[in-house]
């Protein structure tokens, strides 16, 4: 499920989340690269519920 949050300034921030199970948090490591952890996603996608 792909959201957009927003922050309590008025920021809007992508999400991504798939998954069940215990959640798990990923996040990217810099700016321009911020989808990266999507296959990593997909790999822990029936072990928690990954948000990203």
């Keep these: 499920m792909t959201a957009d ?4 300034d008025g920021c809007r921030l992508w ?3 798939v ?3 215990a959640p798990l948090v990923l996040c990217h ?3 321009g690269i911020w989808d990266y952890l ?12 990954v948000v990203r």
């Design 5 to 8: 949050v927003r922050t309590e």
């Design 15 to 17: 999400a991504d989340r």
């Design 19 to 21: 998954g069940a199970g």
């Design 29 to 31: 490591g810099g700016p």
């Design 38 to 49: 999507g296959p990593v996603a997909r790999l822990l996608d029936g072990h928690a519920r």
